[in-house]
Structure formats: C-alpha cells, structure tokens
C-alpha cells in the first residue's frame, strides 16, 4: 500500500467533539438545547441501526434526541401528520424521516413536507434548489462528510477533475453539486457511461458511489489519486462469514491511489457526525445566532 489512508473514524471523532462544544456554548450562554427528531416507519434492521446510533450519538453530543417509531402499515397521512407537528415545535431543530419508506407512502411529499430550515437530510426540493444555485442550504450528510475529507487532505480542490460514479439524490447528485462549488471540473457517471475505465482514471479525485462491491479496481485508479468510497456493501468470505467492503477494490486501488478511505472506517462515521453538525447549524440559523465554523459547505 501507497496511499495515506483517511481515517474517517478519527475524522468523524473530531467533528463530534466540535459538535459538542457548540451545543455546550449554546445551552450556556443562549439557554438553547439543539433538538433532532428522527422518525422511523416500519422494521427495516439496517435502518433500526442507523437510528439507534443517531440517537445514541445526539444524546452524547450533548443534544435532545426524540425518536418516533411507526408501525409499516401506518397511512401516508399519520406520517404526514407528524411531519407537520415536528415542523410545528420549537424544541426540534433538525428532522430525519429514514429512508426507505414502505411502498404505500409517496416519499417525495413526505420530505417536501419537512421545514426546509429543519431539513437536516438537505433532500428537499428547496434545498436541493440552493445547493445548486450555490446558495445557503442545508447539505445532504454524507456528501458533506467526504468534502470535509477532501478539503482537509488536499486543501484548495480548484480545478482538479472530480470523478463521481453514482448519480443518486442522497449522494452522487449533491456531491458533484459540491464538487462544481470547489471549482473542479466535475463527471458524474453511472452504469450506462461508455468507457466508465477510462473516464475514471481521468479523475484526479473520485467519489465512488454506485453500491456494486468492489466494483473499481486498482487499474482503473489514476496514480496518485485521492479516493473516497462511500458504498457499504456486505460480501460473503470464502472461509466462511461475511465482510463489509467499499465499491473500490482497496487493496489494488490503495497500491496506486495517493489517498483512499478504507470500508468501513471512512465515510460511514462522517455521515451520522454531519447529521449533528447540521442540526447544530439549523439550530443557530433559527435563533439568528453565528453559524459554527468548519461545520457547514
Ligand atoms: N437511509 C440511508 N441513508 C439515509 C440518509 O442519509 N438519510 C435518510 N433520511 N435516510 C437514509
């Protein structure tokens, strides 16, 4: 291996710890504790997961956590209803309802139905709008994460040819928005990009993103590269039990890359730390106080 290796888990420690302090500040001198609500609908295991850590990690930052669990088969409207009580109170500041949501229940009118002020996902439509007029928004969490690891590894991005493979809304779409605000020439390609091999290895950063395992090898990697894997994918091991990897094959890609996150312990940990750094933000937007530094795009 030649690459440095980011260390997401260290990184994310360090945004949680400056989460932390910020929300210690705003209790002290303002009197104002940064609430999150994260609503839950049905039984999902991976996504029961997630919620239990983000409930987890608000309360240790110091914030009120209210989490609402909801059976699979509860009605659009009940959901909807919640929604607008959540918007309503001025005890929470950010609001996540988790997705996937179950079939009976039209997604996009659920999140255009959150406060675009409490939209920490940043998937609202009037988000979505900001981010790509270059305007003030809330930032989608996980792409906010791995330009927090760019900018830190490399400094200035400007000009240099970001490669993001994945086009969906919660990653590949507001990376590249971000991407186009560093001033690098952006690619977004996806499974029906002619000569993907190719394109990639123009990337000087890439932003891998498609949920394929191990989908980028080492050849494809331009030397020197910075790359930042952001699929969670679990494999069965050949001896028996399974693994987590990312959508690059590390250990080719790290031979070559001049930096690479590691699966898991690299953009994972930065997706639930952004989340509270956003609530924090959308907190001190709503009391007209100063935005944390460091913590926003
Ligand atoms: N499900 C998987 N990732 C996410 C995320 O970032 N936000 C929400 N709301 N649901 C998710």
Redesign the pocket.
């Known amino acids: 291996m030649t690459a440095t290796r980011i260390d997401g888990k260290a990184f994310a420690a360090n945004v949680r710890a400056q989460v932390a302090t910020h929300v210690a500040r705003l209790r002290e001198e303002h009197g104002i504790t940064p609430g999150l609500a994260v609503v839950l609908v049905g039984e999902d295991p991976a996504?029961q997961v997630?919620v239990r850590n983000k409930g987890k990690q608000t309360a240790e930052a110091g914030m009120a956590s209210f989490e609402h669990k909801l059976e699979m088969t509860t009605p659009e409207a009940e959901l909807l209803d919640l929604v607008a009580r959540l918007n309503a109170d001025p005890a929470v500041h950010g609001i996540?309802?988790?997705?996937?949501l179950p079939d009976h229940i039209d997604a996009d009118k659920v999140i255009n139905t959150i406060d675009p002020a409490k939209d920490v996902?940043g998937?609202h439509i009037s988000n979505v709008g900001l981010l790509g007029t270059g305007q003030k928004s809330m930032v989608?969490?996980?792409p906010l994460g791995c330009l927090m690891m760019l900018r830190d590894h490399l400094g200035d991005l400007s000009g240099l040819n970001a490669v993001v493979l994945g086009r969906s809304n919660?990653v590949g779409k507001p990376m590249a928005q971000l991407l186009l605000g560093e001033s690098c020439t952006v690619t977004i390609a996806h499974s029906r990009t002619r000569d993907l091999p190719d394109v990639v290895r123009g990337a000087d950063i890439l932003v891998a993103a498609v949920g394929r395992p191990q989908m980028v090898p080492g050849d494809w990697i331009k030397p020197g590269a910075t790359v930042i894997d952001v699929g969670i994918n679990r494999i069965d091991k050949p001896e028996g039990g399974t693994r987590l990897v990312g959508d690059v094959d590390f250990d080719s890609a790290a031979a070559v890359a001049g930096a690479i996150t590691p699966v898991p312990g690299g953009v994972g940990p930065m997706?639930i730390a952004c989340?509270l750094a956003n609530t924090v933000t959308a907190c001190c937007r709503a009391h007209g106080l100063s935005e944390p530094e460091g913590l926003t795009a």
């Open positions: 996504s997630y996540l309802v988790q997705l996937p996902d998937f989608p969490c996980t919660i997706t989340l």
